[in-house]
């Protein structure tokens, strides 16, 4: 019986993360659907800084979201466990920590702009952890606001089958409800934000029968069931049809699309039911594995041993808290838990139900939850958490790799220790910023994924700590890649300074990669004239000739390895000896390969009026951008073009005196491409 209603009480979980490009309203559905679950009395906006989840004080000066927050709300019998996270591009990292642990998703899209390119990189994100989502088109109250164009752009830009569910009721300012097509009721609100239910009204019955049908058709092709009661009745029931929608949902072959104004809190309450009755909950979801044995698995099961993984770490003044997402098991306080990842067990010091920057104490989490914990001392975002007498490894979210560097230093030497400490403490919280020193400056470099990344970094050890910090301009990190190959280039490693020597004979062909990117190690040895253990050693010294290459000691992509024979000594040779001559011979060797620098490329939209469009494509090709693309919408023009990140330093000043404060730009990285010189090195 006890099983039986954990069962139950999973099954009412719903763990989801709100998805957008910046602007396009999440963290305003977020304060609607906490408004609407009762969970708060008074309706927060992000233009007065009195939201929720944007508690930090950056947050509520810049009108953006930088770090992702949790919050919990009850709506028909069910919890849901809600993510509001940045549309920003330099806090994508944030946003994969949260997809790692989260069971299904809302991707919010502007009813004017429709896809953009940061709801194309979330999307891919989610695609890659394989969480479910539907669609909310916000905004339809704005001028411009088209809801067919933005399916359309869905369906263009993303490639799922949009499923629309609903049909607008009003346009533009006029905009006052939605007919809910599943169900054939209009739902309308009123100025106050309550709710009437109602029939389709008469003008628009007859368009709203046409979309049903679309609807059904749609469905139909995608699901048996549903497309067996088509065939037989022409027709498919309201519960068939959500049962489909929901399984459809599941396998990400369609995606559920609703329409609504977040901020005049028309279109909410559908969405919550929208959440309930399509997005998956733990129970749904594949049990997750130790990445040592696949064959290791742990269901959604409070009774089994416990398995978390965390996601989050922060620093509050009541102490450290780590969020952690719990798969299996039940924790509580006082509890004795292993991070598989430091190799040592730590107590639950506290467990607490968060909300943003506000936390409640509970006495113990189960599969399903995500909470905080209080008490951890070595678990970083990715760690295992787990039973000690049930290790497993869980896979940690992916880390990007960052692209902006700049220097920072305490004005006053006597803060160089506190500054040191601060940066650490940054580093744990977020692990796409990475501090290291120059070795040849013995500057300290702060690197991270975009200006506004770094920016938003230095201000907080402000903040936080009243140092006085000096940041150095920012550099963009370079890489260096094959562009004509060597074959058979000959390295002999040969040490004899007294007692057992060194001896390494290599033979290495090195060509570009297809692929751009990486590093690709084979072995052609015929014979065994190297053995095996030996070959792993010399691909492991090609490895760590990587980090530098001959051009500016920047790291080394887009390049294949063969090694095509070589020679032993019996007595001398050894695993360091051949590591070593991996290692020199491939450092040598891209010394005689025409090498090609590259560096970081983005795509840029810039939206600006009509009347500004020379300006801004003058100013583009002036910063080496290649424009691929001009689309009028709204009465504004959108061009979109590739621009070398290192050219998009200090652009947003120069866009707004440009275009008088009326240009908006956003970016998104695309990889690394030729640079025309190489730069200055360090």
């Known amino acids: 019986m006890r099983t039986h209603t954990f069962t139950q009480t999973l099954a009412t979980v719903r763990n989801l993360g709100i998805l957008a490009h910046v602007d396009a309203g999440k963290t305003t559905v977020t304060e609607r659907i906490l408004y609407a679950t009762g969970t708060t009395h008074k309706r927060g906006e992000v233009h007065d800084g009195t939201t929720v989840t944007d508690f930090d004080p950056q947050e ?14 009850d709506w028909d019998g069910h919890r849901v466990n809600l993510i509001d996270t ?47 989502r539907i669609a909310f ?48 009721r209009a739902l309308l ?8 239910v109602g029939d389709v009204p008469e003008d628009l019955r007859a368009e709203a029968v046409r979309r049903r049908r679309l609807l059904e058709e749609a469905v139909a092709e995608l699901h048996a069931e549903a497309l067996e009661e088509f065939c037989a009745r022409g027709t498919v029931s309201p519960g068939t049809l959500t049962a489909a929608l929901r399984a459809v949902t599941r396998t990400g072959e ?24 399509y997005l998956p909950s733990p129970l749904d979801v ?11 698995q742990r269901p959604a099961d409070p009774s089994a041993p416990f398995a978390g993984l965390a996601f989050k770490v922060s620093a509050t003044p009541t102490g450290r808290l780590t969020y952690l997402r719990v798969y299996s098991g039940t924790i509580g306080k006082g509890d004795t838990v292993l991070d598989t990842n430091a190799g040592r067990t730590e107590r639950i010091g506290r467990i607490l139900r968060v909300q943003a920057d506000r936390h409640a104490q509970v006495d113990r989490a189960v599969a399903g939850d995500i909470v905080a914990v209080v008490g951890l001392k070595s678990a970083r975002a990715g760690s295992t958490l787990c039973a000690p007498h049930a290790p ?44 290291r020193t120059d070795p040849e400056t013995g500057q300290t470099l702060l690197s991270g994924m975009g200006e506004l990344h770094l920016e938003v970094a230095v201000e907080r050890i402000r903040r936080e700590t009243g140092l006085d910090v000096a940041v150095g301009r920012p550099r963009v990190s370079y890489r260096e890649t094959v562009g004509g190959g060597v074959r058979g280039f000959v390295f002999r490693h040969v040490k004899q300074d007294g007692g057992a020597g060194q001896f390494a004979h290599i033979v290495l062909d090195v060509e570009p990669l297809e692929a751009e990117s990486g590093f690709e190690f084979r072995s052609a040895v015929v014979g065994g004239r190297v053995p095996q253990e030996y070959v792993r050693a010399v691909e492991a010294g090609c490895r760590d000739a990587l980090g530098e290459g001959p051009l500016g000691g920047h790291p080394v992509t887009g390049v294949r390895v063969t090694l095509t024979d070589g020679a032993t000594h019996v007595k001398d040779s050894s695993d360091t000896a051949f590591r070593t ?17 590259l560096e970081p490329v983005a795509e840029v939209t810039v939206t600006v009026p009509e009347d500004a469009v020379g300006t801004v494509l003058g100013d583009l090709a002036a910063r080496r951008g290649r424009v691929s693309g001009s689309v009028t919408r709204a009465g504004a023009a959108v061009v979109t073009a590739t621009v070398p990140l290192a050219e998009l330093f200090g652009y947003a000043t120069r866009l707004r005196s440009r275009t008088q404060g009326r240009g908006t730009f956003t970016t998104r990285p695309t990889g690394y491409a030729p640079a025309p010189a190489a730069p200055a090195t360090r």
Not at 61 to 73: E, K, L, Q, Y
Not at 157 to 177: C, K, M, N, T, Y
């Open 60 to 73: 509520r000066d810049r009108g953006i979201t930088i770090f992702a927050a949790a919050v919990s709300c």
């Open 86 to 132: 940045p549309g920003h591009v330099d806090f994508a990292d944030e946003v994969e920590r949260a997809l790692r642990v989260l069971d299904g998703a809302v991707a919010v899209f502007d009813a004017v702009a429709g896809v953009e390119p940061q709801s194309e990189s979330v999307w891919r994100q989610a695609d890659r952890h394989g969480v479910p």
């Open 137 to 184: 088109v916000n905004k339809l109250d704005r001028a411009g606001a088209d809801l067919d164009r933005a399916v359309e752009s869905i369906r263009e830009r993303l490639h799922p089958v949009p499923l629309v569910v609903q049909l607008p009721i009003g346009a533009e300012d006029g905009f006052r409800g939605v007919v809910d097509l599943v169900r054939m």
């Open 189 to 196: 609100w009123a100025d106050d934000g309550t709710r009437t």
């Open 254 to 277: 369609g995606v559920v699309v609703l329409c609504g104004s977040a901020y005049r809190n028309r279109g909410v309450e559908p969405l919550l039911d929208a959440v309930v009755a």
């Open 286 to 296: 594949p049990p997750v594995h130790d990445t040592r044995d696949p064959q290791e």
């Open 392 to 435: 497993l490894v869980l896979e940690p979210p992916g880390v990007a790799d960052p692209v902006v560097s700049v220097a920072v230093e305490a004005r006053r030497s006597t803060d160089t220790d506190r500054l040191a400490g601060a940066l650490a403490r940054l580093a744990e919280e977020d692990p796409s910023l990475v501090v």
């Open 581 to 597: 001559a991996g290692r020199l011979g491939l450092r040598d060797a891209l010394r005689s390969c025409a090498m090609v620098l």
